[in-house]
């Protein structure tokens, strides 16, 4: 049972942040508390030692990996010598209690897991963005803390929480106090703006020049303020060169100015994006460029349409390949007859003009007519729509219904597995 205390006024606990690198800091109990606590004291570079007779897997992982050292007993008394920080969470109130005595009478800060009043320090509820921590301690109530935590950093993310914003700056400014470099290329994900990466967002809100993909999310622009200049990459006067080309130097120009320029694309950069051939042109300028990965259409629109991609006893595997070139064009580089043989899932993008002939060109080398196949069209947005088929009708039927790109085809026995056939 936790230690009785007389009631009396609380007083207001002094927050401050410790700097634990290469600190001495003992952890008594592997269980689910020290699960919770372990991860950040280890990235805050502290040298920690765990004091438990066992620990759970994840724990015990950490110590595996040379994370911290771990020795396999009970607490005895001197185990806080030369520590700057406890954190006590052992599953004996006795052992509790004489480590938060010897904590005291060492001038060791030490958190109690099941006594925070006989502690004479509080864990605040974290929440953290790019270079930023939110600590939110609301005396001993730990749930109320987590949710304004929550709250506090909901709302710096959608941007309802009103933050310090960043005003066009000299080059080497930074914008919220986080150094803005080169391009920062960005993946938005299959649609739904709030599908993008929490850093995604915040590279967005710190941008001077936004070049965005028509296949973009388009509602993030909206959240911009009126000083970004957001350039359309479809609209960009090509000259004497092609479209990339002309993204590229569009690239190269502003951030040679000094801007905090993002490039925004639909999905992930590096999934038929081209997003390896505009780092390269920065490289050429020296220009630095920061990839943030993006959801990937190819396996987020299937689950947003309930298709899973793999699935036990059914698909061990799955393809992700680009349509855009029909069969037998010879800029395609893909062996068609290959993946007909193929048990898996086949997920195609950017092939609804050439799904007829992709089709008839699976069919013809092996692939049952009978396939079951979906379309799912403007994935995971309120436009979204779906169509199935199989491989003998999904090109008629893509016409008569009038399917347009941005669409995601899958190909695969998995398109009929639904939540009332799931195992």
Known sequence: MPEQHEQQPEVAAYPVGLRLAGRRVVVLGGGQVAQRRLPALIAAGADVLLVSPSATPSVEAMAQAGELRWERRRYRDGDLDGA?????????????????????????????????????????????????????????????????????????????????????????????????????????????????????????????????????????????????????????????FMAQEAINNALIEHAKAGKAVVRLKGGDPFVFGRGMEEIQALAEHGIPCTVVPGISSSISVPAAAGISVTHRGLAQEFTVVSGHVAPGDPRSLIDWAALARLHGTLVLLMSVENIAAIAETLVRHGRAADTPVAVVQEGTTAAQRRLDATLATVGERVRAEGIRPPAVVVVGEVVEVGPAQGR
């Open 84 to 240: 700057w920080y406890a954190l006590i969470s052992t599953d004996d109130p006795d052992a509790n209690r004489a480590a938060s005595a010897e904590a005291e009478a060492r001038r060791v800060w030490a958190v109690r897991s099941d006594d925070a009043a006989a502690a004479s320090a509080w864990t605040p509820a974290t929440g953290r963005s790019e270079g930023l921590t939110v600590a939110v301690l609301t005396g001993q109530d730990p749930r109320r803390s987590a949710a304004v935590r929550d709250a506090i950093v909901e709302g710096l993310r959608d941007g309802s929480l009103a933050a310090p914003r960043h005003r066009a700056l000299p080059h080497g400014s930074t914008h919220g106090g986080t150094p803005v470099k080169g391009v920062a290329l960005v993946g938005g994900g299959p649609g739904d703006p709030d599908l993008i990466t929490v850093r995604g967002r915040r590279l967005l809100a710190q941008a001077d020049v936004v070049i965005a993909d028509r296949l973009g999310p388009r509602d993030l622009l909206d959240e911009l303020p009126p000083h970004v200049e957001v350039i359309d990459a479809a609209k960009i006067p090509y000259g004497r």
